[in-house]
Structure formats: C-alpha cells, structure tokens
C-alpha cells in the first residue's frame, strides 16, 4: 500500500522537512521537490517576519464547486506549512482567488474582485497576488489577465496545485524585483500528487477526493475542459485517508467526485462506487458518509442496494436532472430520458423511503422549447425536490451547445426561470412542513451566526436546523426534534 501525503500528519510532516536536504529533487520527484520549496520559504519567511515585526497573512478565496473547496484546503495547508496565518484581510501578504468557470458571471466576479485588489496593493507593497482554478485553464482568461491586471503576480491551474510552493519561491526568492506573471498551466495531468500537507476547514467533517477530472461532457458544460479526463484514487489511499481523519476526531465525510458512480474504472484493479462505499462503511468510528455528484445514466442497482442496506451512508441523494425533456436531454449528451429519470427515483426511493433528493436544472439551453420547458416541470412535479439549484444555461465557449444557434431570448428564458422557481420553493417548502414533530439526529456544525443561544447542525437529509446549545456540542451528532419550518430549514429543540 503506497501510504500516501494526505495521511501524515504535523509531526510525519516535520520530519520529512528535516530530512530533506539541500539538492533540488527532480520534477518527478513528488511531493520531495514541494518539500524542499517549503523549506526554503520557511527560511524567507521567518526572515521577513523580522524585518516587519509581524506575522505573513494569506487570504484564500474559493469560488465554485467543494472540489474547489476542498483545493483551497490542500492551497492552505502549503501555505501554513511555509509559515503564513490564515486571514480574511484584503490587504494580506499572499492573495489567492481559486476561480470557477462553469456559468460567465462565476468569471465576473472574479474580474470585479481584481480591480478593487489594484488599490490593496499599493498599500501593502509586500502583497503576492496569485490566481489558480477553472478560469485559469482557458487561453482567453490567462491573455485577459495579462493584459488587463498585470499586478498579478502568479497564475497555475487546477492540475498542479501542488506546484504552489515552487512558484512562490520562484516569485519571492529568485526574482523578488521582477515584475514579470509566472504562468503554469498543464493542458491535462495523468499524475495524482497526494502527501502535500493539507488544512481541513472543520475538525469533525470533511471532504475527500475520490476521483478528479470528468469524461462525460455534457454539451452545455466546460468542466471536462478545465479538469481534465477523469482519474480515480486507489482505494487503499481513500481509505488510509479516512481513518486519518476519522482518529483525528472527524465523523462525518464527503466523498467527492464530478461523477461518483463512475469511480474505479480506470484503475488497474477497477471496482465499483457501491464496493468503494461497502468498505468506507466498514471504518470504525465513522458516522456518516455523503457523496457527490452522482450522474444519473451511472447510477447501479448495486449503489442502490448498498444505499438501502448502510447504516452510515446519508439520507440525502444529489441527482442533476438538468432538464426533463427527453430531446433536450440528447442534446445535453446526458445519456438518459425523461423515463430513465423518473425510474431511478422510484427505485431510490423504495430502497431508501425517506431519502431527501436534490437536483441541478438548466433552463434556457439552446432551442429549449415551451413545451421541453413543461417537461422539465413535470419532472419536478412528479419528484418533489427537497431542493433544487436553478441555473439559466450560460454559453461557455470551447462548448459544443456554444456553437448552437437557437439561443433562447433574455425575456423568456428569465421568464421560464421564474415559473420554476416558484415551482421548486413550493414544493420544497411544503416538503419541509411535512418533517415538523420529528426527532432526528444532527451533526453540529457551529454556533449561530446570528444568534449566540443558538447552534447549526444538518439533520441526515442534509436539513439544517438551528436550536438551543452551546459551542460543547459542535462536533457532535444529537436527537433534536423539528419544531418549526421556515423554508428551507427549521428550528428545534434538543432531545433530552
Ligand atoms: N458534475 C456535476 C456538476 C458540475 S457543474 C454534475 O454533473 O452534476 C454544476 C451544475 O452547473 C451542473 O449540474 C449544471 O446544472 C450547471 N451548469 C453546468 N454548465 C452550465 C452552463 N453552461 N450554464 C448553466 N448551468 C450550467
Ligand atoms: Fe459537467 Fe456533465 Fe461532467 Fe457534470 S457530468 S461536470 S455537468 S460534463
Ligand atoms: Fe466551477 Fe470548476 Fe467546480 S468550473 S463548478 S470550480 S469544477
């Protein structure tokens, strides 16, 4: 079994730095060559320190998808490993945007957020402003930023995020006057860099890769352009990862993936989602299990018997519709009909009773009739979301729907966006009516941001329910019973 870097912990990592020496390891050489960057910056930086009289402060911004979140994670952890304090400044030493591409305004954000950096960083001379994610693995974004924000100092990807270290020393160490962006951007990656040191954003959940990249190519999407084919982890490495976790006090875990139920396919020794999660279930001391996101035209039989048998898998099924219209949907390459659909839920659902779904759905996609339209209500209708993200579709170039000439017009796209919003809320709403009385268990996360007497859990469902405790119970899963409904979550009362 190859233990592999997502599993050591501070003091493995200590002693890897000590034994790193002074020669520079080669490229293939992973993760030994991050290590010897660390180590080099961690000299800078205690130096630096000295002569401001302060500490270094990283600001990492995540936009996206929990594969974004979960990098950020891996992107911190580097960055406290070399010395930096977290920090929500936006004058901080080392700026970092983690980009996402997936619909346009997603890419204007991030251009808003870089204009008003320009102002930030003539107070703080110091500041390294670093871009990396999906936007940065299209041609037009990186020529933009070149052009137009040239007080960026580095640009990567999403397929060496494990390089951060090395372009940093590259940027404060070799060339600290240079003006000049490092760039790196890799087209695709077959190379899975574990063992970098990683900061995980709670002590008793957390998300865990199990694959990267996606194949399906949805036409509308541009994910499998910006991430790559698709690679599954070895099992041995997610479950070394998780009992990692799980003896450092976590109960709760996320597996992450763009299309969890094709995982293991291309591995040497292939197994499936549903044997993945049979022996994920077998690790003592973990509570709960959630998955996403799970692609429909994948989804087995044999997942729906495990689901149906496991103590520990969630209560809670993300399944992206997209649309409801069957020739929309063959356009989309999603591989199912509408039929397909509507089949599997009856089948999650007798396997799975009270089982909670939750779905993804575009409206506008090119030449989207009324009547497509209908369709994709009457799926909702006949499902009963407990919720539903909404999305008016986004032409993303390099797409082949991009290329599609019947575009939907503005007016009635926003229109058809606004029915099923209502539709959706409707029936959520009366979803969340209908689990008032019950006790359920839920997983505290934190205290309420609002109010103080309060703490925030997620129910199984992933409901989240605001009640009466105090900061002793986060981390804990506890018998509270829903009181009151207000939409989307409830209030309620601990259990005695
Ligand atoms: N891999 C996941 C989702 C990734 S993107 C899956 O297949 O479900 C998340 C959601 O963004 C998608 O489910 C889709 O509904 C939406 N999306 C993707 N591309 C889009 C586009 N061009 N315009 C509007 N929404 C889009
Ligand atoms: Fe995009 Fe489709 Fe892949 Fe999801 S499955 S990431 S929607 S191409
Ligand atoms: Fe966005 Fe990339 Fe995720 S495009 S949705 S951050 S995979």
């Given at each position: 079994m190859s233990l592999n870097k997502e599993v050591m912990n501070r003091q493995e990592i200590e002693k890897k730095l000590e034994k790193i020496d002074i020669t520079l390891p080669p490229p293939e050489a992973e993760p030994d060559r991050q290590y010897y960057f660390i180590k080099k910056l961690r000299v800078w930086v205690e130096e630096k320190k000295k002569e401001l009289g302060r500490p270094l402060t990283a600001n990492i911004t995540t936009f996206g998808c929990q594969m974004n979140a979960r990098d950020s994670e891996k992107i911190l952890g580097i960055m406290q490993m070399i010395g930096y304090e977290e920090s929500d400044s936006d004058e901080a030493d080392f700026i970092l945007y983690n980009t996402?591409?997936?619909?346009e305004n997603a890419n204007l954000k991030v251009y808003g957020r870089l204009g008003q950096l320009k102002k930030a960083k003539s107070k703080n001379p110091n500041m390294v402003i670093a871009l990396c994610g999906?936007?940065?693995?299209e041609e037009s974004v990186v020529d933009k930023i070149k052009k137009?924000?040239?007080?960026?100092?580095i640009i990567f990807g999403t397929h060496n995020i494990f390089k951060l270290a090395e372009l940093l020393s590259i940027k404060l160490l070799d060339r600290p006057e240079s003006k000049k962006m490092i760039i790196d951007i890799w087209e695709g990656t077959t190379e899975i860099v574990e063992d970098l040191p990683n900061e995980r954003k709670y002590t008793f959940k957390g998300g865990v890769n199990i694959m990267f990249g996606c194949n399906n190519f949805c036409s509308y999407c541009i994910v499998p352009y910006v991430r790559g084919r698709e690679r599954s982890r070895e099992p041995e490495d997610i479950i070394a990862e998780i009992e990692c976790m799980v003896q450092d006090g976590v109960i709760e875990v996320m597996l992450l993936g763009q299309n969890v139920n094709s995982y293991g396919k291309n591995l040497k020794n292939p197994i499936t989602f549903a044997q993945l999660l049979e022996r994920i279930e077998q690790i003592d001391g973990l509570e709960r299990i959630r998955f996403m996101t799970s692609h429909p035209k994948d989804l087995s039989d044999e997942l729906i018997a495990v689901m149906g048998k496991s103590k520990k898998i969630c209560k809670q099924m993300h399944l992206p519709l997209q649309s409801g219209s069957s020739r929309l949907l063959k356009i989309m390459n999603r591989h199912y009909t509408k039929e397909d659909y509507l089949l599997l839920v009856e089948k999650i659902r007798k396997a799975v009773p009270d089982i909670a779904l939750t779905t993804d759905i575009i409206v506008g996609f090119p030449g989207e009739t009324e009547e497509d339209f209908e369709e994709t209500l009457d799926v909702v209708s006949k499902v009963q979301y407990d919720s539903a993200f909404t999305f008016i579709y986004s032409k993303r170039t390099g797409t082949p729907a991009a290329q599609m000439e019947n575009q939907v017009p503005e007016d009635v796209v926003k229109d058809r966006f606004d029915r099923l919003l209502k539709l959706v809320q409707d029936i959520s709403t009366e979803k969340t009516k209908k689990g008032i009385g019950s006790v359920e268990e839920v997983l505290v996360e934190e205290m309420n941001q609002q109010d103080d007497s309060l703490v925030t859990g997620r129910t199984s469902q992933n409901y989240v329910v605001h009640f009466p405790g105090d900061?002793?119970?986060?981390g804990k899963i506890v018998p509270v019973r829903l009181e009151e409904s207000k939409g989307f979550y409830y209030m309620g009362k601990m259990e005695a």
């Amino acid at each position: 079994m190859s233990l592999n870097k997502e599993v050591m912990n501070r003091q493995e990592i200590e002693k890897k730095l000590e034994k790193i020496d002074i020669t520079l390891p080669p490229p293939e050489a992973e993760p030994d060559r991050q290590y010897y960057f660390i180590k080099k910056l961690r000299v800078w930086v205690e130096e630096k320190k000295k002569e401001l009289g302060r500490p270094l402060t990283a600001n990492i911004t995540t936009f996206g998808c929990q594969m974004n979140a979960r990098d950020s994670e891996k992107i911190l952890g580097i960055m406290q490993m070399i010395g930096y304090e977290e920090s929500d400044s936006d004058e901080a030493d080392f700026i970092l945007y983690n980009t996402c591409t997936v619909r346009e305004n997603a890419n204007l954000k991030v251009y808003g957020r870089l204009g008003q950096l320009k102002k930030a960083k003539s107070k703080n001379p110091n500041m390294v402003i670093a871009l990396c994610g999906c936007m940065m693995q299209e041609e037009s974004v990186v020529d933009k930023i070149k052009k137009s924000y040239r007080n960026v100092d580095i640009i990567f990807g999403t397929h060496n995020i494990f390089k951060l270290a090395e372009l940093l020393s590259i940027k404060l160490l070799d060339r600290p006057e240079s003006k000049k962006m490092i760039i790196d951007i890799w087209e695709g990656t077959t190379e899975i860099v574990e063992d970098l040191p990683n900061e995980r954003k709670y002590t008793f959940k957390g998300g865990v890769n199990i694959m990267f990249g996606c194949n399906n190519f949805c036409s509308y999407c541009i994910v499998p352009y910006v991430r790559g084919r698709e690679r599954s982890r070895e099992p041995e490495d997610i479950i070394a990862e998780i009992e990692c976790m799980v003896q450092d006090g976590v109960i709760e875990v996320m597996l992450l993936g763009q299309n969890v139920n094709s995982y293991g396919k291309n591995l040497k020794n292939p197994i499936t989602f549903a044997q993945l999660l049979e022996r994920i279930e077998q690790i003592d001391g973990l509570e709960r299990i959630r998955f996403m996101t799970s692609h429909p035209k994948d989804l087995s039989d044999e997942l729906i018997a495990v689901m149906g048998k496991s103590k520990k898998i969630c209560k809670q099924m993300h399944l992206p519709l997209q649309s409801g219209s069957s020739r929309l949907l063959k356009i989309m390459n999603r591989h199912y009909t509408k039929e397909d659909y509507l089949l599997l839920v009856e089948k999650i659902r007798k396997a799975v009773p009270d089982i909670a779904l939750t779905t993804d759905i575009i409206v506008g996609f090119p030449g989207e009739t009324e009547e497509d339209f209908e369709e994709t209500l009457d799926v909702v209708s006949k499902v009963q979301y407990d919720s539903a993200f909404t999305f008016i579709y986004s032409k993303r170039t390099g797409t082949p729907a991009a290329q599609m000439e019947n575009q939907v017009p503005e007016d009635v796209v926003k229109d058809r966006f606004d029915r099923l919003l209502k539709l959706v809320q409707d029936i959520s709403t009366e979803k969340t009516k209908k689990g008032i009385g019950s006790v359920e268990e839920v997983l505290v996360e934190e205290m309420n941001q609002q109010d103080d007497s309060l703490v925030t859990g997620r129910t199984s469902q992933n409901y989240v329910v605001h009640f009466p405790g105090d900061a002793s119970l986060i981390g804990k899963i506890v018998p509270v019973r829903l009181e009151e409904s207000k939409g989307f979550y409830y209030m309620g009362k601990m259990e005695a």
